[in-house]
């Protein structure tokens, strides 16, 4: 039941400047500018998750501050997920993320991955270089440089990502297409667009955009289609809601917060 990675693998390391950083050559080549409209810095989301009709976890998201990286201004993100109530008897998680993401061209420069969930450990604390198109993880006993394309998102990076995509002119069916570097491997990750709906919130029925993310089929979920997420129709594209179908039980996630947004959620 590793609900607060499921959740940070869509959307699902200091916090100034370290040594090893990416090394830039002497003529720097551009780097897109995406832009966006979507978020700002003070952003804050928080999730209530349930596994069943068991209140398992929560989970939240914080632009904390705009840094710097190869003189670079940086969202500087951070999402955090643990279990509460019984699970913390029979699953005790406590999730940590951290993204230091391109202000401009919307990809990471440093992504840290700090898991504990029932036992099982992943430690991640990956740098990229946005010139070279390579990263390392620090916590490799060997110097290993991945190979990745030129827009490869981390998996928190990936979620802020994909809310900067313009969805006006999706139609049902579309795919959008998203590269993540995980577990020092790219996953040609997409969402397909399914439609528009109503969700019912804690504050009131939203207008959402409905997408089914294909996800890697493997011993979690049920199938390669398992998922369905549920983003706010309007400036924001804030992830409302999340079901996910597991191999035994579904995990579902719910807003139950949020603060400093950049726009208004527009509400039914």
């Not at 916590?139 to 928190?156: C, E, N």
């Not at 020092?184 to 089914?212: D, N, P, W």
């Not at 579902?252 to 726009?263: E, G, Q, V």
Request: glycine content about 6%.
């Amino acid at each position: 039941m590793r609900s607060s990675s499921f959740f940070f693998s869509l959307l699902i390391s200091a916090s100034l400047f370290l040594n090893g950083q990416a090394e830039a050559p002497d003529t720097l080549p551009e780097l897109p500018k995406r832009g966006q409209k979507a978020f700002k810095e003070g952003e804050y989301l928080k999730y209530r998750i349930h596994y069943g009709i068991i209140n398992a976890g929560r989970a939240e998201l914080r632009i904390k501050n705009l840094e710097f990286r190869e003189n670079r201004p940086v969202f500087h993100v951070v999402g955090t997920g643990r279990s509460v109530g019984m699970a913390e008897v029979f699953f005790r998680t406590r999730d940590r993320y951290e993204s230091w993401i391109d202000a401009e061209a919307l990809v990471p420069w440093e992504f840290v991955r700090d898991v504990d969930e029932g036992g099982y450990i992943i430690e991640r604390h990956l740098r990229f270089d946005r010139y070279k198109n390579t990263a390392k993880d620090s916590k490799l006993r060997r110097d290993t440089v991945f190979a990745i394309p030129d827009d490869a998102q981390d998996m928190l990076s990936a979620f802020y990502y994909a809310r900067s995509i313009d969805a006006k002119g999706l139609r049902k069916g579309d795919l959008i297409p998203v590269n993540i570097f995980l577990d020092h491997k790219v996953f040609a990750f997409q969402l397909k667009y399914m439609g528009k709906e109503t969700v019912k919130s804690k504050f009131g029925k939203i207008r959402c955009l409905k997408f089914m993310p294909t996800v890697q089929e493997g011993r979690v979920f049920k199938e390669k289609e398992g998922m369905l997420l549920w983003v706010s129709d309007d400036e924001n594209k804030v992830p409302i809601r999340l079901e996910t179908e597991l191999v035994v039980g579904s995990i579902k996630m719910d807003i139950s917060d949020y603060k400093n947004l950049r726009h208004p959620i527009r509400f039914d």
